[in-house]
């Protein structure tokens, strides 16, 4: 199979790709980084990058109910549908502006997180959140993929 025509279709495909993703994450690469004796700042970016990777090889895979499989979406094109792209980027938006203000707090209290980690913070969720939400407003002129029509095969 070529890899640029690889594409996950179903919600149990999306599942394990993101638990995958995870497992990588949380168990493989946190266990080596513990080995070698990577911590704080250069460890922090490397999740920070490898999440926005995993992230993006997502939305670049994954396909909609009468999206069309072989085909490239559009660079910016997060999701199938615009009303996951805005429900995904207004919970993303909200949590973005807790970020902000735990960042703002921060300047006028000494307690809490350091400021470069609220910064990387804020840059976490507010990219996915300006994806999402741009995604959105293009896909509203956009052409509907019908909700209703079969995935459409590779052969087609």
Do not use: C, H
């Not at 594409?7 to 070698?36: E, M, N, P, Q, S």
């Not at 970016?45 to 069309?68: M, N, Q, S, T």
């Not at 980690?117 to 300006?130: C, K, S």
């Amino acid at each position: 199979m070529n890899p640029r025509t690889w594409r996950i279709t179903t919600w149990w495909g999306k599942l394990i790709y993101v638990f995958a993703a995870w497992f990588v994450a949380v168990r493989v690469i946190d266990l080596l980084f513990g080995v070698l004796g990577v911590t704080g700042l250069g460890a922090t970016v490397f999740f920070l990058v490898y999440d926005f990777a995993v992230l993006l090889v997502g939305a670049r895979i994954f396909r909609g109910k009468g999206e069309p499989v072989a085909a490239s979406r559009p660079w910016w094109q997060m999701t199938a549908r615009k009303k996951l792209s805005n429900n995904l980027g207004s919970w993303l938006a909200v949590v973005t502006t807790l970020a902000v203000a735990a960042l703002v707090i921060s300047f006028f209290s000494p307690f809490g997180s350091s400021k470069s980690d609220l910064v990387l913070l804020v840059l976490y969720f507010g990219v996915p959140t300006y994806l999402y939400l741009n995604s959105a407003a293009r896909l509203q002129s956009a052409p509907k993929p019908d909700a209703d029509a079969p995935l459409r095969s590779l052969e087609a």
